[in-house]
Antibody, heavy 119, light 108 residues
Framework: EVQLVESGGGLVQPGGSLRLSCAAS????????MSWVRQAPGKGLEWVSV???????YHADSVKGRFTISRHNTNNTLSLQMNSLRAEDTAVYYC?????????????WGTGTTVTVSS | DIQMTQSPSSLSASVGDRVTITCRAS??????LNWYQQKPGKAPKLLIY???SLQSGVPSRFSGSGSGTDFTLTISSLQPEDFATYYC??????????FGQGTRLEIK
C-alpha cells in the first residue's frame, strides 16, 4: 500500500527550529517529485516546497531562506528543516507525492503533522 | 505567480442536487488544473487531474471541465459524504504551485 506518514511536529518558540519527517512506504521517494503543503488553522492550502527527482529544490517565497526540503534514500524519507520559525508558520504540514501524467498532481498525501509557533 | 480564484467561497445544497464549482486562473494554464476534496481534520484527496481526468477510485458523479483560464468541478448528484471543502490547484507554472482559496460545500 502506498502511504506517507509525517512526524516531528510540536510546539516551538518564535525563532526556533524544527525538523519534520515524512516516511514513505509502497514507493521510492527518490524516484518521485515530493512536496510539502501546509494549512494554517481555518485557512486554505499553501504549497511550501518541492524536490525534483534530479535533486533540485524550490520553496515558497514565504519560507525561502528559512526552510529546506531534502530526502534520504537510505530510509526512504522526506524532510523539512524549518529554521527561524514565526507565528505565521503555525499550521498542519502535509507531505505529498507528485506524479506526472501530462500534468503534475499530488496523488498521495500524508495525514499531517501540526506545528505550533508560540511563546 | 498565477493566482487561482474559486467561486463561490461557500455553497449550501441538498442531497441529490447538481453542484458546480468554478475556478479561474489569472493567466492561461492549459489543462494543468487539479481538484481536491478535504474533509475536516483530514488530508486533501485528489479527485480530478488534468482538468477532466477522474482519479482512480473516485465516483463518476464527479467530473471536471475547462481549459485555459476557466474550469469547473461538477458533482452530478450530491451524496452525504460529498459535503466538504474543495480546492483547485494549478501546476502549469511551477514553482510555485498555487491553490484556490477553497469552496466549502454545506448541507442545506
Amino acid at each position: 500500500e502506498v502511504q506517507l506518514v509525517e512526524s516531528g511536529g510540536g510546539l516551538v518558540q518564535p525563532g526556533g527550529s524544527l525538523r519534520l519527517s515524512c516516511a514513505a512506504s509502497g514507493f521510492v521517494v527518490s524516484t518521485n517529485y515530493m512536496s510539502w503543503v501546509r494549512q494554517a488553522p481555518g485557512k486554505g492550502l499553501e504549497w511550501v516546497s518541492v524536490i525534483y527527482v534530479g535533486g533540485s529544490t524550490y520553496h515558497a517565497d514565504s519560507v525561502k531562506g528559512r526552510f529546506t526540503i531534502s530526502r534520504h534514500n537510505t530510509n526512504n524519507t522526506l524532510s523539512l528543516q524549518m529554521n527561524s520559525l514565526r507565528a505565521e508558520d503555525t499550521a498542519v504540514y502535509y507531505c505529498a507525492r507528485v506524479l506526472y501524467k501530462g500534468v503534475y498532481y499530488m496523488d498521495v498525501w500524508g495525514t499531517g503533522t501540526t506545528v505550533t509557533v508560540s511563546s | 505567480d498565477i493566482q487561482m480564484t474559486q467561486s463561490p467561497s461557500s455553497l449550501s445544497a441538498s442531497v441529490g442536487d447538481r453542484v458546480t464549482i468554478t475556478c479561474r486562473a489569472s493567466q492561461s494554464i492549459s489543462s494543468y488544473l487539479n481538484w481536491y476534496q478535504q474533509k475536516p481534520g483530514k488530508a486533501p484527496k485528489l479527485l480530478i487531474y488534468a482538468a477532466s481526468s477522474l482519479q482512480s477510485g473516485v465516483p463518476s458523479r464527479f467530473s471536471g471541465s475547462g481549459s485555459g483560464t476557466d474550469f469547473t468541478l461538477t458533482i452530478s448528484s450530491l451524496q452525504p459524504e460529498d459535503f466538504a471543502t474543495y480546492y483547485c490547484q494549478q501546476t502549469y507554472s511551477t514553482p510555485p504551485i498555487t491553490f484556490g482559496q477553497g469552496t466549502r460545500l454545506e448541507i442545506k
